[in-house]
């Protein structure tokens, strides 16, 4: 019976990421927002990161770093196990925004 969950839940998340993820996703309406949730904290200027990503010419430059340090997962850092609840603050992304970010 789990594995016929685990399955489900695999299938409703192909079916969600389908429907959620954007065509032709644009900077200002899609990627952005995710920029400013899970990025913009430590990606701007007098921060300890090399570079800031608060408008589209900061970012279109690192766009190939970005994608796969997102879809590798290294970006935005987040060291709390995943598998063990849920936390505030937590700025890691979903299976649809890694899929935006990357499109």
């Known amino acids: 019976m789990k594995r016929l969950q685990v399955v489900g839940r695999l299938l409703g998340a192909t079916v969600a990421l389908a429907v959620a993820v954007p065509d032709r996703p644009t900077f200002t309406r899609d990627v952005l927002p995710i920029m400013q ?5 430590c990606h701007r200027p ?6 800031s990503l608060l408008t589209y010419d900061e970012v279109r430059p690192w766009a190939r770093s970005i994608k796969q340090q997102v879809e590798a997962r290294v970006m935005p850092p987040w060291f709390a196990d995943r598998t063990v609840g849920v936390y ?9 925004e890694i899929a935006t970010v990357a499109r």
Request: with cysteine.
């Open 46 to 51: 007098n921060m300890s990161t090399p570079m």
């Open 88 to 96: 505030r603050d937590d700025p890691s992304l979903s299976e649809t």
């Open 37 to 41: 949730r899970s990025c913009q904290t």
